[in-house]
DNA sequence: CAGGCTTAATAATTAGTTAATAATCTTGTG
DNA sequence: CACAAGATTATTAACTAATTATTAAGCCTG
C-alpha cells in the first residue's frame, strides 16, 4: 500500500504532534494545519488521502471546513470533538463526515479509525482522471471538461458522475446513487435522482432528448453507456 | 427479498428495542440478546444474516464474541462502539468486524448501514454472470446477450430469465416465477407469465415455435433446459 | 439573496395485465 | 391406435398500471 498523506487539523499543538506520532507509525504521512484556512489552504495545495478535522478551532470551525470540503472533494474526513451530546454528532454527520472521534480520546483508537476508513474505501481508490468519451473527470482538481471545455457541475451532480464513471456499464439504482452521492441514505425522496440525472444531461448530453451517456435503464436505475 | 434475520445484541433493552424497532420497519426479522453466552447460543441456533454488536457486554465482551464468530462463520457484523478511552474497543475494530457505528448513535442511521451491507454483499457474493448456451446474463450491467449481441428485456423478463438460469432444468410453477419477478407475494393473474415467456422466447429463441432454451412443461410450468 | 437540493405535480413513456381466441397437449374410450 | 373432449398453453391486441422526464416552487444553507 502506497502511504497515505493524512491532513490533521486542530489548534492544539500538542493534540496534533501525538496523532501524528501515531499516524506515522501506521507509515502514513501526516500534514497539519492549525487553524481552518490553513486547512483549506493545505487541502487544496496537498490533496491529501484523509483528513483529521477538530470541530473547534479559532477562525472558521471544523463544521463549517468539512461543508467546504465537502463541496469539492469526498475526501475522508474524521472530526474531532469535545462535545458529547447525540445532535451535535448528528450535525457532524449529515455534513458529510465519515466518522466522528469524542475527545478526550485515545491516539491508537483514532489510529485505528483511520485504517478501517482505509480498509473500506479501496472500492473508491482510483485513477486521478476517467475519460470516457468527450467526458473528461479529473479528480484531485475536481473538474469536468466536455470536449475539452469546463463544465460546472454541483457536489452532487459530481459524485453521481464518478461513480457512473468508475463502472461504466453497471446499472445504479436510485439507492445506491444516493449512497454514492451522501455518505449514507437518511431515507431521502429517491426521485431526486431523477432531477441530477436529468440536470447532468442537461449539461452534458448533446442530445438530452436521447441520452448517449446517462441510460435510463427502466424499471432498475441509470447508466453510464460503455466505452 | 426474503427477510432478513438480524441479531441485536446489548446489554441495554431499550437500546435493542429502539433498534429493533427500526429494523423491523424495514422489513427484518430481529432476534435479541442481552449478553455474550446469549449471543452465541442464538447465533448458532437461528443462523441470523447479520449481527448488531455491542462492544461491551456483561461475561464475555463484544470483541471476544466477534473472533469467536470470525472463526466459524463470515455472518456480517456491525459494532456498536461506546465512547470511551478503553483500548479493546480498538482491537474491535480490527478484529473483523464490517462496519461499526459509535454510541450515541441514530437509528436511523444504524438502519441505512444495514441495508448498505446488505446491499454490497449479493454484489460481491453471486456471480457477476451466468452463461447458457448462446445467452449470457450479466448482473451488474442488467444486460443479456444472445450471441454476443445485446437483447433488451423488461425488468420482468430480466428477473424470469435469472430465475431460469440459476437454477437451469429446474421447473418453476407460475406462483414460483411470479414470486422472482416481484418481491414475494403478489396476488395477480398467474396467465400473465404465459405472455412473459411468449415475449421472452420471441427475443431469445432461435425458432419460438420450437423452444430450445424455455420449455414448457405441461401442467406444471416451464423450465430452462439444462446445459 | 443566491445556488443548489428537494419536493411535488403533471406530462410522457414504457411495461404489465387482462381477456379473447387459436393452437396444442393429455387422457379416456372405442 | 385413432379420436374427441377437456384441459392447458400460445398468441394477440386493447387496456391499465407503473415508471421516468420535465418543470416549477419551496427550503435550507452559506
Known amino acids: 500500500m502506497p502511504a497515505k498523506k493524512i491532513l ?33 489552504r493545505t487541502f487544496r495545495e496537498n490533496h491529501p488521502h484523509l483528513i483529521v478535522l ?3 478551532l479559532p477562525g472558521i470551525n471544523g463544521v463549517e471546513i468539512c461543508r467546504i470540503l465537502r ?22 454527520l449529515d455534513t458529510g463526515a465519515d466518522d466522528y472521534v469524542t475527545k478526550p480520546f485515545s491516539p491508537g483508537e483514532l489510529a485505528a479509525r483511520v485504517r478501517a476508513i482505509f480498509r473500506r474505501l479501496p472500492a473508491e481508490r482510483g485513477p486521478t482522471e476517467i475519460t470516457s468519451g468527450d467526458i473528461v ?22 459524485k453521481i458522475l464518478a461513480a457512473f ?26 426521485r431526486a435522482i431523477d432531477v441530477h440525472v436529468f440536470n447532468l444531461r442537461r449539461k452534458l448530453e448533446p442530445d438530452p432528448k436521447k441520452p448517449k451517456y446517462i441510460r435510463t435503464v427502466y424499471g432498475a436505475g441509470y447508466k453510464f453507456a460503455e466505452a
Do not use: H, W
Not at 501526516?30 to 481552518?36: F, K, Q, R, S
Not at 472533494?73 to 470533538?81: E, K
Not at 473527470?137 to 459530481?158: I, Q
Open 8 to 40: 490533521v487539523v486542530d489548534d492544539d499543538v500538542k493534540t496534533v504532534e501525538l496523532v501524528k506520532l501515531y499516524l506515522e507509525r501506521d507509515g502514513c504521512t501526516v500534514l497539519t494545519a492549525y487553524d481552518g484556512l490553513e486547512a483549506l
Open 54 to 56: 477538530d470541530v473547534m
Open 71 to 92: 463541496g469539492e472533494s469526498d475526501v475522508p474526513i474524521i472530526m474531532l470533538t469535545a462535545r458529547t451530546r447525540d445532535e451535535d454528532k448528528l450535525t457532524g
Open 137 to 158: 473527470m479529473n479528480f484531485p482538481k475536481r473538474e469536468v471538461y466536455l470536449k475539452g471545455k469546463p463544465v460546472s457541475l454541483t457536489a452532487v451532480e459530481f
Open 165 to 190: 464513471l468508475k463502472e461504466p456499464g453497471r446499472v445504479f439504482d436510485r439507492v445506491e446513487l444516493i449512497e454514492k452521492a451522501f455518505g449514507y441514505d437518511f431515507e431521502s425522496y429517491d
